[in-house]
């Protein structure tokens, strides 16, 4: 967690900076010390929250769920949503997830957009594949890198910039997305 500070604080200095949750920080039990430290950086922690992002009289929704491995009782994405409708009506909504295989809860929910990672680009990745090795070691995972329609809505995957072990990327360099809303 030595590097996070800079990171967070580095991020937080060029724009407004949200976080959600993934799996490994619940894995690796450090989620109660890690979102304290990330809001001190200027981080803005979403967990099962939303907050509105407006400018020049244009509204967004940025909805955070909090990963799957989280809490047993937290709200699901389908609940966040419609709280966001029945507080702020019809805008536009983002959704940031860590898992990128959750894809039909997203559309079940009518998000817009949702931006999600968990895959690390399907760490293996072969010319015209969306990834070799998934994060739970299957093969040819889906939704792994990039943008994708959903039946509802669209998804965009970052590969993400670091690594699971045991595993190292192979022809899959690390990314972040740059997402521009028209």
């Known amino acids: 967690m030595s590097m996070i500070p800079a990171v967070a604080k580095g991020l937080a200095a060029i724009a407004p900076t949200y976080y959600v949750t993934g799996n490994h920080e619940w894995a690796a039990g450090v989620v109660r010390e890690l979102e ?8 803005t922690v979403l967990s099962n929250e939303y907050v509105m992002l407006e400018r020049n009289g244009d509204r967004i929704a940025l909805l955070g769920a909090e990963d799957s491995n989280g809490y047993a009782d937290q709200k699901t994405v389908q609940e966040l949503a419609d709280q966001v409708r029945q507080e702020q009506g ?11 295989n959750h894809y ?10 949702t931006l999600a ?13 969306d990834g070799l090795v998934g994060p739970k ?14 039946s509802y809505g669209q998804m965009v995957v970052s590969r993400g910039l670091g690594n699971q072990f045991p595993c190292f990327r192979l022809l899959n360099r690390p990314d972040v997305p740059l997402v521009v809303l028209g």
């Open 117 to 129: 990672g968990h895959a690390h680009g399907g760490l293996i990745r072969l010319p015209g594949t």
């Open 36 to 43: 304290p430290l990330l809001e001190q950086c200027g981080v």
């Open 104 to 113: 039909e809860q997203y559309a079940q929910a009518r998000v817009d957009l």
């Open 90 to 100: 019809a805008v536009y909504e983002i959704l940031l997830s860590h898992r990128n």
């Open 137 to 150: 070691r299957e093969l040819f995972p889906q939704y792994t890198a990039g943008l994708y329609d959903l």
